[in-house]
């Protein structure tokens, strides 16, 4: 007779449904966002895009961006992409509890160089955010876009956002060198996220060219392009200082994946250790400790994200769905986590799965 399995172990039925919160989903705005909500001369110049058969167009602040992102993919959206009642549904059918949400068209609000059309762009997202989907239910909820041109319109929009309701601030991964998000510049944001205990969310695939490599395999290669990014700002976070000076603070690199993470800490360690004269600012702790201590990170699909928690002790993971857009796992979510959880230590799929989510955003999560 074989014995059972450990309780922390025992295997999940394929036909048991797993419920998870998300650490990485998204919002679609609607077309009129910014039209609506703003005066017609910065109106004008926000945000806004022109489909065709084959291209989309993106015209933003006299720029013009064409993405190969043409109709047929918004017919492969999950139902409720952009009817919040519909995406509840579909939430409960693939059995997701809560979402952190992130902007789409929002994301390239960091684009604009104007700082006081970059700074209305901003607020009527966040507030389209509050009255539209936070305002209506409990399930969903987004981080806020924080204005980046000036440093005061950044902090007076983080102190707004949090009397509004918001529990998290979003920001890019890519920004330029002058203003990389080790430098002091950006000391009075972090001042006002710790004090007001704002999680800080960067998202990958944001502030950059996202195709950067035309030759064999680019669709892969441009895919990886996109998460290397995330790995710079945790990078320039720990070494320049900021998040030593700041230990309360707690960053989320989202939909890039999570086995990387100790693998950095190792590796900034050395630099570090080996390269100490040369070392400024001097930390308090390790990188390896600021990281395991402050930064997490999320991914869809990666079954190495998981498995690395029992051997690194890393466990500030968190899955997401990525709804609606096309990597997420709308419509396999369940065979997903399946693929990825059964055969997982009980306690690690409940601290990827809810726990780590719960200890992000304790204040936004639905009862």
């Known amino acids: 007779m074989e014995e059972a399995m450990p309780a922390a172990v025992q295997e999940t039925h394929r036909d048991e449904k797993i419920w998870a919160n998300s650490g990485d989903s998204h919002l679609m705005e609607p077309e009129d966002l910014w039209t609506a909500r703003l005066p017609k001369r910065l109106a004008d110049r926000a945000p806004r ?5 084959k291209y989309e167009i993106l015209y933003i602040d006299g720029m013009q961006i064409d993405r190969q992102l043409n109709d047929f993919m918004d017919a492969m959206r999950p139902p409720g992409f952009k009817d919040l009642s519909i995406r509840l549904q579909d939430l409960d059918q693939e ?33 389209w955010a509050i009255e539209d989907v936070m305002g209506k239910q409990d399930r969903i909820f987004a981080p806020a876009i924080v204005p980046l041109r000036d440093i005061e319109n950044a902090v007076a929009e983080a102190y707004r956002a949090a009397e509004m309701g918001f529990r998290a601030l979003y ?20 001042t006002a996220a710790e004090e007001l205990g704002m999680p800080l969310c960067w998202h990958i695939g944001t502030g950059a060219q996202n195709v950067v490599y035309r030759g064999p395999g680019g669709a892969v290669v441009n895919y990886m392009e996109t998460t290397y990014p995330g790995m710079r700002v945790i990078t320039h976070l720990v070494a320049g200082g900021a998040l030593d000076r700041h230990p309360d603070l707690k960053v989320l690199i989202a939909e890039g994946g999570a086995g990387w993470v100790p693998a950095i800490g190792d590796r900034m360690d050395e630099a570090y250790r080996q390269h100490g004269m040369f070392v400024r600012p001097r930390l308090s702790r390790l990188p390896s400790e600021i990281i395991r201590q402050q930064v997490y990170a999320s991914f869809q699909h990666d079954i190495s994200a998981v498995q690395v928690i029992e051997d690194t002790g ?6 997401g769905d990525d ?10 979510t369940q065979q997903t986590l399946h693929t990825i959880f059964d055969g997982v230590d009980l306690r690690i799929r409940d601290r990827v799965l809810r726990g780590t989510f719960e200890e992000l955003f304790p204040a936004a999560v639905a009862a």
């Open 49 to 53: 895009s022109e489909r065709g058969e």
């Open 314 to 319: 890393y466990d500030n993971v968190l899955w």
């Open 323 to 332: 709804y609606p857009h096309l990597e997420g796992t709308y419509g396999h």
């Open 95 to 127: 059995g997701v509890q809560n979402q952190l949400a992130f902007p789409s068209m929002g994301f390239w609000t960091c684009t604009i160089r104007d700082p006081e059309l970059e700074n209305a762009v901003a607020r009527a997202w966040n507030d």
């Open 171 to 190: 920001f890019p991964c890519g920004i330029e060198d002058d203003r990389a998000w080790g430098l002091e510049l950006w000391e009075p944001l972090w």
